[in-house]
């Protein structure tokens, strides 16, 4: 009976709507794929490449719709084309996955691309000022006191970093931590007396399109230790989805971490003088 009725499925026709719904995803899925890897090793332009990315985007909405229609022609007629429909809606569900998640982060994050631990007087950007001077780039200015509010309302944990290590310690620690995360270094400036200010400019990628974000990194004097203040701003696009915060957060962590397990410098001190017997002289 089972194989009667195996071989009577196996004569029913393939939904033409299936067939559809799967080649969509696949060539949405490649076209995906494609415009992350040109963005994100720079092979062309990257305003192109996003309008391939947005344009997969509708592409698998479209394929969802198809299933849905597939899926309701099968319902009627008996054909096959299930295993398609599904493997359809589970290329989707991964095309869309992550621009749902940014859709729902422009809604709960403030519009906002430069995040600073100092939004008073930030840190600047002087060698990446150059890069962000393309066309259609974020100023290097920072983007004023209204962007501020903005940020102390939606980052409130986002603060200067003291530390119990000294300038040049601090600077060092932070050096590394931006070296083991392989952002492409711009400028570093060691804190050379009299002014004793470090800082480290650098740049950052986005984790799925590679975008460039710029950080810049201020080391201060502070009491008997030191602060850090750190910038980091998208240099495309007014919205940054909450990286740049997420990134300050993260490095402000691993630079406590480090900074607790560094040894304190040892302080040479001048040997004691040996008492000299009264009544004698130096000769």
Known sequence: MARRFS?????????????????MAIFALVATLASVLVVRFGFLDFRPALVTFFGALALAGVSILLCFAAFAAIWQNGSRGMTRILLALLINALILAYPAYLAIQYQRLPRLYDISTDPIDPPRFDALARLRAADGANPAAYAGLYSAELQRRAYPKIEPILLDLSVQQAYETALRLVTRRKWLIIDERPPVPPQRTGRIEAVARTLVM?????????????????????????????????????????FASDLNDAADNAKPEKKILAPAKEPQ???TKRR
């Open 7 to 23: 071989a009577a499925y196996q004569k029913e026709p393939v939904s033409a709507l299936a067939s559809w719904a799967r080649r």
């Open 210 to 250: 590679g975008l460039r974000e710029d950080v810049s990194i201020r080391i201060v004097p502070d009491d008997d230790g030191s602060r850090v203040d750190i910038r980091s701003s998208s240099r495309y696009f007014e919205h940054d989805f909450g990286s740049n915060a997420a990134r300050i957060s993260a």
């Open 277 to 279: 017997p009264k009544g």
